[in-house]
Nanobody
């Protein structure tokens, strides 16, 4: 069983920054692909960023490329999402997901475990 706990969300003005954290349980965190997704009210969950188990590969949605950075710390069993130059359209609940098979995917259905989500609100 894998448990994921997100933190770091909040209210920020447009142009500001936030760093989200996703703390994972499990001895084999280093083998998990970690992804960040977000879901705005009335919309489907959408891909934001993903990082491979080795941190050698990362991919971003076009809407966040150049503004967001995904990273991971194996020693802390934690994945991060640094969000800069935030825009009102980034407002959503942000979820981290773990693919325990190491598949690098932008599809929510590929992920085996999810956190409870953390709210990010960007005011204009």
């Amino acid at each position: 069983q894998v448990q994921l706990v997100e933190s770091g969300g909040g209210l920020v003005q447009a142009g500001g920054s936030l760093r989200l954290s996703c703390a994972a349980s499990g001895r084999t965190f280093r083998s998990y692909t970690m992804g960040w997704f977000r879901q705005a009210p009335g919309k489907e969950r959408e891909f934001v960023a993903v990082i491979s188990w080795s941190a050698g590969r990362s991919y971003y949605a076009d809407s966040v490329k150049g503004r967001f950075t995904i990273s991971r710390d194996g020693a802390k069993n934690t994945a991060y999402l640094q969000m800069n130059s935030l825009k009102p359209e980034d407002t959503a609940v942000y979820y981290c997901g773990a693919d325990i098979h190491g598949v690098v995917s932008t599809l929510p259905r590929s992920y085996d475990y999810w956190g409870q989500g953390t709210q990010v609100t960007v005011s204009s």
